[in-house]
Structures are given as C-alpha cells and as structure tokens.
C-alpha cells in the first residue's frame, strides 16, 4: 500500500503555484497524496491531478486564541481519521498547530516548512512585537520534536532559527523556493519602446508596493521615461493587503498601471525590461526567479530571501528595504542603463538554471520524503 503523503496549507492557490510540481513529484514516486485546505477555485483540479482533497477553514489572519483551537481540532481529527504517514506543514500556522496535531494523533514524521516566516517577522507593527517572543517560544517545542525535518527556503531564516535554539542542524533542510520552469520561462528579446518596469507580487504593504509607488511617483516628476507596472490581486487574508480602491486610485492618478492578475506570467515579465520587488521579508521570492529564468534584471531589497536570489551588481541590484530614496536611485540608474540590462539577465538566467530549476527542488523535496517515508517495493 502507498504511504499517504497529506499536505497542509491555508490557501489552494499557494499550494498550486509553489507545490503542485512537488506534489506531483511525489505522486510518481509512489506517494498516495492528499492535500487539506480551504476550498476555493482549485477544487476540482485536485482531483484532476489524481490528489485527495479535504476542506478546512485556517483563518490566516486571526490572532484570536479560540478560532486557534478550533483550527488546531479539526486538524487533528483529518489526521486522526486519515492516518498519514508523512504530513507537510506549509507557513507558519499550519506548522504551529498542525505539528501539535501531528503529536496527539501520532503521526511519526512531520515535514515543517515555515515558507518565509510571514507577516509576524517581517512586520515592526505593535501587534506583531507582541507576539514574536511567543511564537520564538512556540517554534522551540515544534520544530525540534522527535521525527521533524524543517524545510528553509534561504539562508537567513536557517541562521536565525539556529541561533534561537529553535532548530538543530540535524532537523534543518534548505530547500530554495518552488522553483522555476526554465523551459517555460526563457529570455526573449527586451521590447522596443520605454523603459518597463514590472513588479509581480500580491498586492501588499509587506512587498514593498507603497515604497514602488512613491519611487515611481519620484522618477515620474523628474521626468524619467519610464512605465511603472504593477500585476497581482490584493490578498484580503494578509494584515497588509492593499484595498483595490488604493489600487484604482493609484492607476487613474497615473504614476503606475496596476494590471491586476496575470494568467500569463512569462509573458508580462517578458514585456518588461526590469524586474522589482522591495520586499521586507521573503523565503525565496518567486517572482524573481521567474525573472532571472526570463533574463530579467532585478532591483530589490537586502532582506532574508531577496538577497539568497539576486548579487549586487551582478544580476541585479541590492537596496535597503523601506528606503524610497534607495530605491528611486537604484530603478533611475538601471533604467538609464540600458547596457547592463542583457549582461545582468545572462547571469541571471544562468544561476536559474544552476540553482532554481524545478527539478533541483523536486529532486531535494522526493530525497527529504524517501529518508523520512521510505517507498517499499
């Protein structure tokens, strides 16, 4: 009988667009696979790719110690009554209460994948101060059970969680993002015409869109010939979501164009000549290794995940997060240098290749699970 491999994860579109290829990976290894999530657009194609769905309601959002425990027992009663072998936690809820549910329902092996650390460690807000130390506290019982392996996507968070005694390097895997289809995602000619410059991500307060705007706004004044774009939907689910009023607002006072969500991703990174994310916080950004895949360079923070993707001056350039002035002076200089563009892209393509492909992280995930689970006959 196949061991059943469940997943956990608050949202189906997350899981779609950074572990389906996993998950499908895991499936041709001889993983039954289930995964538990709110149901949303995706329903259907889960059992398309041959995957077990189970609904559940994870508020991402809340901080309420009641709807914590109802989150925590309807968890432990799907792994109760499905009895995993091997369970993948994904973000920072799921892997807080889903390993304590894990423990109580006695499943033996618990893959913990935090994915960036979210809000409450990229955030300066009161509300987040508040809650760190006991979520540092909560992580040191977690993540060093017996039978945890901790997934880390860049180098930053591995440190940190050493450091705070959370992790033993025994426990520690560094697995870097979702990865990229470099066969889908390739460089195409720069188009002729303006400087575009695209920032791909959820519409947050976290990415950085507050500062893009007011840089675009800065460069716009000063007459720089430039379009600034931005491509992604507002994430009501995140405490600094950006309401598409501002969105609208923005895009009718014409410093930038929001274009809302993308189908095509290679397709508008291709359009644009550069890439920007002024990030706070990342695991290992996504976009920009889309970016690097197509050739792109890239302007953005020197922050956890943003730096393990992008080395300054050589395929992109490196700024201070939530500094405008940075920011507005690293896009203005790119942007009237239009020589580096290809020069930075090559190299950028080049370590997408080496280090990003899809099947390095499929690979490094199926020898995780095979230690953990081993596949019999």
């Known amino acids: 009988m196949a061991p059943k491999l469940l997943y956990l994860i608050t949202e189906d579109w997350f899981f779609f667009s950074h ?51 109802c989150s925590f027992w309807r968890i432990f009663i799907i792994y109760y009554q499905e009895r995993p072998d091997l369970v993948h936690h994904i973000a920072l809820k ?35 101060t508040l809650l760190q130390p006991l979520i540092r506290m909560f992580l040191k019982v977690v993540l060093n059970a017996k039978g945890i392996r901790v997934v880390l996507e860049n180098h930053d968070d591995l440190t940190m969680l050493s450091q705070l005694g959370a992790i033993s390097s025994d426990r520690a895997v560094l697995i870097r993002g979702a990865g990229v289809d470099v066969t889908s995602f390739f460089p195409q000619p720069f188009p002729v015409g303006r400087c575009r410059v695209l920032l791909l991500a959820r519409m947050l307060g976290d990415k950085g869109v507050h500062e893009f705007v007011a840089a675009a706004k800065r460069l716009r004044s000063k007459g720089v010939e430039a379009d600034f774009l931005l491509a992604g939907e507002p994430d009501p689910g995140n405490p600094t979501t950006i309401s598409e009023r501002e969105l609208r607002d923005w895009h009718t006072e014409g410093a930038v164009q929001w274009l809302g969500q993308q189908g095509d991703v290679s397709k508008i990174i291709n359009q644009s000549h550069i890439v920007c994310l002024p990030s706070y916080r990342e695991g290992l950004p996504k976009s920009l290794i889309e970016a690097m895949a197509c ?19 050589d395929n992109g350039v490196l700024v201070p997060a939530k500094s405008v002035d940075e920011l507005a002076k690293a896009l203005e ?26 099947e390095i992280v499929c690979a490094e995930t199926g020898t995780l699970y095979r230690k953990m689970v081993p596949i019999c006959g």
Do not use: H, Q
């Open 295 to 313: 050739g792109r360079p890239i302007v953005t923070t020197d922050v956890p995940g943003c730096r393990e993707v992008v080395r300054d001056g």
């Open 94 to 128: 799921p892997v807080l209460l889903g390993t304590i549910a894990a423990k109580f329902a006695g499943v033996k092996a618990v893959v913990n994948a935090p994915v960036g650390m979210g809000f409450l460690f990229s955030s300066d807000s009161r509300l987040a």
């Open 333 to 358: 200089t790119l942007i009237g240098a239009p020589s580096l563009w290809a020069s930075m892209g090559k190299r950028g393509r080049e370590r997408a290749e080496k280090e990003f492909a899809t």
């Open 19 to 69: 572990f389906l290829d996993r998950a499908k990976a895991a499936k041709r290894l001889g993983y039954d696979v289930v995964v538990a999530t709110r149901p949303g657009s995706g329903v259907d194609r889960f059992r398309e790719e041959g995957f077990g769905f189970i609904p559940i309601e994870i508020n991402r959002r809340s901080v309420n110690p009641w709807a914590a425990w």
